[in-house]
């Protein structure tokens, strides 16, 4: 029998996450049955969203259940196979979870997706050409809509999201401007990633220093923004929202660990009749084709350079977890197990 780990979730969360929250654990693998696929993962994805699922209370997903594999996304080889349209050898994305290989369904829609990696590495397809990247997709030409010359923000802009909404943007016209945390990643999403401006949030105290960063690099007013962080970063572009402007709201990693998130200024909304509207891109898979295919052709194309972040080896993810939480990585997280 072939030997599997395996990361589950071992207990909640008292505020905030710890590596002690996970266990890693040893599993034989089972025999296949008729319609399943064995995929021995190459790389597993860590994104904020996995925090919210630690905790028991009501949120817009049920809960991440104790003593099981922790929910996530997945890139690997098909290893063995008793379904039809996959065989040994084939390149596939799912929601294999943090272990090493996992035992697919296939017959189930959307469990398992053969992908190409002709033009684009495996890697991305958890990044740029997968989830994040559709994400970005979803908010940007679903939410804010924007026309070309309009100006577009996003925080954490040098994330899996964040990039590929810049060159989203970009590629319609618009001017965009990141909110990042260092210099080095400022430096990245202007210079590598065709940002017209980006903000250094950690060199601001508070959001009326932020805000008046971004008056200064939005002359003409913020007309779309995607939101992954809320807090300060969330009151700093509200004060500088145009009439009509459109916030999709994607993330609060500033408040994943249970505190509330106030807002300052509400009333903005109403003073300049803007448009927040909260999504989750997997209750949209019918745009994921459309999304997936403009997507690719940037990456292929070299229009988007993702950067990533990867660590080594399954136990290697809960400390790289919690990096991500605290904006420790670079681009997209990884864990590489192969």
Known sequence: ???????????????????????????????????????????????????????????????????????GGTVGEVVDSRHPKFKAGDQVVGMGGWQEYSVVDANV?????????????????LGAVGMPGVTAWYGLVKII??????????????GAVGSAYGALAKARG?????????????????????????????????YLSLSKALREACPNGIDGHFENVGGMVLDA???????????????????????????????????NRMKVEGFIVSEHMEVWPEALQELGTLVGTGK?????????GLAAAPEAFLGLLKGKNFGKQLVKLI
Do not use: W
């Not at 809509?145 to 802009?157: D, F, L």
């Open 145 to 158: 809509n924007p026309k070309a010359g309009e100006t577009v923000t996003v925080s954490a802009a040098s």
């Open 237 to 271: 572009v509200m004060l500088r929202t145009n009439a009509f402007a459109r916030i999709a709201v994607c993330g609060m990693i500033a408040g994943y660990d249970g505190a509330p998130l106030p807002m300052s200024n509400p009333a903005l909304i109403l003073v």
């Open 1 to 71: 029998m072939t030997i599997n780990h395996q990361i589950v979730l071992d207990n909640r969360p008292q505020g905030e996450a710890t590596a002690a929250n996970f266990k890693l654990i040893e599993t034989t693998i089972p025999a296949l049955q008729d319609g399943q696929v064995l995929v021995r993962h190459h790389y597993m994805s860590l994104d904020p969203y996995m925090r919210g699922r630690m905790n028991e209370s009501k949120s817009y997903a049920v809960p991440q259940p104790l003593g099981e594999v922790m929910i």
């Open 174 to 206: 618009c001017r965009v401007v990141g909110i990042a945390g260092g210099k080095d990643k400022c430096d990245y999403v202007v210079n590598e990633l065709g940002f017209d401006a980006c903000i250094d949030y950690k060199e601001h105290k508070d």
């Open 109 to 125: 829609i959307g469990a398992l997706r053969k992908v190409d990696t002709t033009h684009v590495p495996l890697s991305h397809y």
């Open 304 to 312: 988007l350079r993702p950067r990533e972040t990867v660590a080594q």
